[in-house]
């Protein structure tokens, strides 16, 4: 996704999605199959860092561009499409974490050609391979992040995940949840307790 048309979280509508919206809006279907295009990428990479599941970040992307299609009518242009879009894919993971604390079921293998894999096997540093010792001190921090990460409320690992996978601002990480940044700040501080906590000695 090119930084120029998406633009950032909180960032005005460029013009180029402002015309593509307006003329979704309209009923041009070609325009609305254009923006998402252009936003699609974005919505996987988002959904796969939040849920770590292939399977359940294809459902968040088809959920949310369904969304989009029905309310895009009620887009008013008050705040960039990427908060409005995001905000949209940020309340499908919050219902699908909830779920998964109801279920207390976890799923964070990805699909490869290889045939699924933990996904955080695919940020070991590849000198890992060659230092057995590295290697099993990478699977104990790894199996100790899961760990930790499902101690937190579906909200605080939304949060984590966004500031420290995604990249986001508290910002904007505020506006996509539909909070003000000192929530954020908030929940970003109470998760980050929880997961030194039981880091313990990784930390």
């Not at 041009?28 to 399977?55: H, P």
């Not at 970040?57 to 242009?77: G, I, M, P």
């Not at 409005?84 to 799923?107: A, G, P």
């Amino acid at each position: 996704m090119a930084q120029d048309a998406a633009g950032t979280v909180g960032a005005r509508v460029s013009p180029q999605v402002d015309s593509l919206i307006r003329a979704a809006q309209a009923g041009d279907q070609d325009a609305f199959e254009q923006l998402v295009r252009t936003y699609d990428q974005s919505v996987l990479r988002l959904a796969m860092n939040l849920l770590r599941s292939a399977e359940d970040s294809r459902d968040v992307y088809q959920e949310a561009f369904l969304r989009v299609y029905r309310n895009l009518h009620a887009f008013r242009f008050d705040c960039s499409f990427h908060t409005w879009l995001y905000r949209i894919v940020t309340n499908i993971c919050l219902d699908q974490l909830r779920k998964r604390k109801v279920r207390k079921e976890e799923s964070p293998t990805i699909e490869t050609r290889e045939g699924p894999m933990d996904r955080m096997d695919t940020f070991e540093e590849e000198a890992a391979h060659a230092d057995p010792e590295r290697s099993l001190w990478n699977r104990q921090l790894k199996q100790r992040i899961e760990s930790a990460l499902e101690d937190l409320t579906p909200r605080e690992r939304l949060v984590f995940e966004m500031r420290h996978y995604e990249g986001l601002r508290l910002r904007n990480i505020g506006e996509a949840l539909g909070t003000t940044e000192e929530a954020a700040k908030n929940c970003l501080f109470r998760a980050t307790r929880k997961m030194r906590a039981v880091l313990g000695d990784f930390t």
